[in-house]
């Protein structure tokens, strides 16, 4: 397994953005498709956005699309989440994820059963 783990969580107000990064290590990181998930107190773990082993392929949440992009850079063994216009209903931990793939399948998947490696989280909080 790869580990991961996440930064660039804080407070923000309403309006304002966050980059969260997540930086895996232990093994080759084009060999994960990767995806950021999240979970607010009480609620379930949901998909925010995921994207493929090359990048070339993305996917988000619909409360997301617009607002967030998530990137990669293979060569940094990093994962971004741009997050842009945040609402007080962002508020959550973000958790990073991991999913080993063949490099045929350079797609994405938005279930978080399928994805093997967690990091730790970093809390968002976005105040009204």
């Known amino acids: 397994q790869v580990q991961l783990v996440e930064s660039g969580g804080g407070l923000v107000h309403t309006g304002g953005s966050l980059r969260l990064s997540c930086e895996a290590s232990?093994?080759?990181?084009?060999?994960?498709?990767m995806a950021w998930f999240r979970q607010a107190p009480g609620k379930e773990r949901e998909f925010a956005a995921a994207?493929?082993?090359?990048?070339?392929?993305?996917d988000y949440d619909d409360s997301v699309k617009g607002r967030f992009a998530i990137s990669r850079d293979n060569a940094k063994n990093t994962v971004y989440l741009q997050m842009n216009t945040l609402r007080p209903e962002n508020t959550a931990t973000y958790y990073c994820?991991?999913?080993?793939?063949?490099?045929?399948?350079?797609?994405?998947?938005?279930?978080?059963?399928?994805?093997?490696?967690w990091g730790q989280g970093t809390q968002v909080t976005v105040s009204s």
């Open positions: 994207i493929s082993w090359s990048g070339r392929s993305t």
């Open positions: 994820a991991a999913r080993g793939v063949d490099y045929a399948a350079d797609d994405t998947t938005s279930g978080d059963t399928d994805y093997d490696s």
């Open positions: 232990g093994r080759r990181f084009s060999d994960y498709a």
